[in-house]
C-alpha cells in the first residue's frame, strides 16, 4: 500500500511494514523532549510507568526555557525539579542557562541531536518543528513524555496528510513566516486537524532550512500532527554541520494518497500579517491599514535562528525603532546570541533603540520579559496571538515575519518592509 | 458509568492559553490551576462551577499548546465530562491519557445551551438534555481507546501492557 513519508517513519518505527490513516499503533522513540513547564508534571507522572529509570538517558532532552532564566520563585522551583531529576537520572541532554542552553526547538536541531527519519515526541506543541529535517516529530502532553521517558514508546493515531505543493522564488522580504501564515490563512487553525503538512515541489529547494524550521514549527496552528519536508542537500549538510546522527531518508510513495492538496506559488507571496485573536486571520500587510504599535518581539522558536536576526538587523539598521514602541529581540538560542554578537547584529539592534535579551521564551506565552498592558498592541514574530497570550486579555498580538517586525518598530505601526 | 450536570457552554476554537493562562504554569499543582480555569473567557468559572458539570464548546476544542495542564485544571474543577464538536489532537490525547472523559458530538455540541441540565452515559456514548429533551449519539472510542480509559490512564495501560 502507498504511503506518506510521515506513514512510512511511523511504519517503520512500529515494526510493521506499512500503516494505514487511522491505524492506531506503538511506536519507538528517538528522541523525548521535554522544558520546564511540562517536565515537572511529568516527573509526577512517571513513578506511574512502574519503572525507577529512564528508558535510554542519551534519548531524553531536558530544556529550561519557558520561564527560564527563573522569572520568580515558583518558577525557580520548577527547573530545580527537572534539574534535579536530570541529575538524579544522569540524562545526558540537559541544557542549563547560559551552558550553551537556548529555545528547545531551536537547540535541539543545533545540537545535532534530531536526525533526517527520526521519531521524536516532546511535551510542547512546537515539537513539530524538526519535520524541518525530515523527521517526525509532534507535541504531546506530560503524561506521553513520561510515558516516553519510562517505556521509550508511546501510542499514536496514524495520521492521513495535505499535500502543500510549493513553487516559484520568495520575493524580496519574503520569507518562511509568510508562507506558513499564508497557509494556516487559506486551511483555517484546524485545517490539519489529525493530519500531515507534507510540504513537496520544486519551490521547497530555494527555502533556507531556518525557513523550514519556521514553516514546520507553525504546523501545529493548523491543527497539524506534524509538518515535514523531503530531505534533500541542504538538509543533509545542515545534517552534518550540526554533528548529527546518519540520517534514514523516507520519501514519500509516489501514488501516496492525500486528503487534499494545496497550492502555493512563492511569486505571489507578499509579507503577510496574522490579526487577532487566532492564526488564521491573515492579511496582506499592505492591505491591513493602520494599526499603531506599542512593542514589537523578535524570537521564539518560530523565528529566532540566526537567519531570522539578521533579516530584522538589515531592516533596522541605520534606522531608529519609533519613540513609542519598545522592540524586544530575543536570539533563540546561546550559540546564535554570539553569532549574532560576531556579526555585529546586536550592535546594530542595540544602537537603533532595540533592547536584546538572552534566550528565553518569555513573552511569547506571556510569561515576562514583555507582557502587554490593556489596549497594547504589539507586532511579534511568535506563533501564537491568542487571547491574552502575551499579557492582558485585552491586549493584540499580530504575528509577522522578522522582517515585517523590524519595518513596523521602525515605524511606529504595523509596517511592510518593502517600504 | 454516568455524568448529571449542568452545562458551560463556549464557542469554537476554544484555546488552552484561555483554558489555563501560562502565567499561572509556574506550578505543577492541578487544583491550584483549577483556580484559574477558563479564567480568560469566563472569569466566573472557578467560583460557578459544581462537581460533576459538563462542559460543551464547538469545533477544535483545546487548541494550541500541549501542556496538559489543560485538561487536568478542568478535571480538577470538577468537570465530569467535555462535549465537543470537535477536538484539538494534543487536547484529545491528553484528556484520554489522564482519564478526563471527552465525547465528540457535533449536534449535541451545537444544540445544547447554557445552563442545561445534561446526562451522559459513558457506556452507550448517548447524551440526554434533559431540558429540551433532546438525545444525541456521540462517536464510540475504539477499542485501544476503551481500553486505555478502562485501565484509568496511560501508566496503568502501558503496566499492564508490560505485564501481559
Known amino acids: 500500500m502507498a504511503m506518506t513519508m510521515t506513514q512510512k517513519i511511523l511504519a517503520a518505527h512500529a515494526g510493521q511494514a506499512e500503516v494505514h490513516a487511522g491505524e492506531l ?10 522544558n520546564d513547564i511540562t517536565t515537572p508534571v511529568a516527573i509526577g507522572e512517571f513513578p506511574k510507568f512502574g519503572r525507577q529509570a529512564v528508558f535510554d538517558k542519551s534519548k531524553i ?120 501564515l499564508h497557509l494556516i490563512g487559506l486551511i483555517g487553525v484546524d485545517g490539519a486537524r489529525y493530519q500531515s503538512l507534507e510540504f513537496a515541489g520544486e519551490g521547497i529547494e530555494a527555502l533556507t532550512m531556518d525557513d523550514r524550521f519556521t514553516i514546520a514549527n507553525m504546523a501545529i496552528e493548523a491543527g ?17 554541520a550540526h554533528g548529527a546522527k546518519e540520517p534514514k531518508v523516507y520519501t514519500a510513495d509516489p501514488d501516496a494518497v492525500y486528503e487534499r492538496e494545496v497550492e502555493i506559488d512563492l511569486d505571489e507571496l507578499e509579507a503577510t500579517v496574522a490579526f487577532p485573536h487566532l492564526p488564521e486571520n491573515t492579511r496582506k500587510v499592505r492591505e491591513a491599514g493602520e494599526i499603531k504599535i506599542d512593542q514589537v518581539v523578535i524570537g521564539s522558536c518560530t523565528n529566532g535562528r540566526i537567519g531570522d536576526l539578521r533579516a530584522a ?36 539592534f542595540a544602537e537603533a533603540g532595540c533592547v536584546v535579551s538572552t534566550p528565553t521564551c518569555g513573552p511569547c506565552l506571556g510569561g515576562y520579559m514583555g507582557i502587554l498592558a490593556k489596549g497594547e498592541k504589539c507586532v511579534a514574530t511568535t506563533n501564537r496571538n491568542f487571547v491574552g497570550r502575551m499579557g492582558h486579555v485585552e491586549s493584540e498580538i499580530y504575528l509577522a515575519s522578522p522582517a515585517v517586525a523590524a519595518a513596523s518598530a521602525v515605524a511606529g505601526k504595523l509596517a511592510e518592509p518593502e517600504d | ?120 452515559d459513558f457506556e452507550t456514548g448517548v447524551i440526554t438534555d434533559a431540558i429540551s429533551g433532546d438525545k444525541f449519539q456521540a462517536e464510540p472510542f475504539p477499542p485501544f481507546m476503551q481500553d486505555l480509559i478502562a485501565a484509568g490512564g496511560l501508566g496503568a495501560y502501558m503496566q499492564r501492557r508490560a505485564q501481559a
Not at chain 1, 537547540?107 to 524538526?130: F, M, Q, R
Open chain 1, 25 to 34: 499503533i506503538m511506536a519507538k522513540l528517538d528522541l523525548v523532549l521535554g
Open chain 1, 61 to 180: 532532552a531536558l530544556v529550561p526555557d519557558h520561564f527560564a532564566p527563573n522569572k520568580d520563585i515558583k518558577a525557580a522551583t520548577q527547573c530545580a525539579t527537572m534539574r534535579k531529576f536530570a541529575k538524579a537520572q544522569g540524562i545526558e541532554n540537559y541544557f542549563e542557562v547560559g551552558h550553551d542552553c537556548g529555545v528547545e526547538h531551536a537547540l535541539l536541531p543545533e545540537k545535532g541531536l534530531v536526525t533526517a527519519g527520526d521519531l521524536v515526541i516532546g511535551a510542547d506543541s512546537h515539537t513539530c518543528t524538526y519535520g524541518a529535517l525530515g523527521a517526525f516529530s509532534t507535541g504531546v502532553g506530560s503524561t506521553d513524555m513520561a510515558c516516553g521517558m519510562a517505556a521509550g514508546e508511546t501510542w499514536f493515531r496514524v495520521p492521513g496528510a495535505i499535500k502543500v505543493n510549493v513553487k516559484g522564488k520568495f520575493r524580496p522580504h519574503v520569507s518562511g513566516k509568510d508562507l506558513i
Open chain 1, 224 to 240: 497539524a500532527k506534524n509538518g515535514i519536508f523531503p530531505v534533500d542537500d541542504q538538509t543533509l549538510a545542515y545534517l552534518k
Open chain 1, 313 to 348: 538587523a538589515a531592516i533596522i539598521k541605520g534606522h531608529k525603532v519609533h519613540p513609542d514602541v519598545r522592540c524586544i529581540v530575543i536570539p533563540a538560542t546561546q550559540r546564535v546570541w554570539l553569532e549574532a554578537m560576531k556579526e555585529g547584529l546586536l550592535e546594530i
Open chain 2, 1 to 120: 458509568m454516568k455524568a448529571n450536570g449542568s452545562v458551560f457552554k463556549y464557542g469554537d476554537n476554544v484555546d488552552t492559553d484561555v483554558i489555563i493562562p501560562a502565567r499561572y504554569l509556574n506550578t505543577p499543582d492541578m487544583q491550584e490551576l483549577a483556580k484559574h480555569c477558563m479564567e480568560d473567557i469566563d472569569a466566573g468559572f472557578a467560583q460557578r462551577v459544581k462537581p460533576g458539570d459538563i462542559l460543551v464548546a464547538g469545533k477544535n476544542f483545546g487548541c494550541g499548546s500541549s501542556r496538559e495542564h489543560a485538561p487536568a485544571s478542568i478535571k480538577a474543577a470538577g468537570i465530569a465530562c467535555v462535549i465537543a464538536a470537535t477536538f484539538a489532537r494534543i487536547f484529545y490525547r491528553n484528556a484520554l491519557n489522564i482519564g478526563l472523559p471527552i465525547l465528540e458530538c457535533p449536534a449535541a455540541a451545537q444544540a445544547i445551551r447554557a445552563g442545561d441540565k445534561v446526562e451522559v
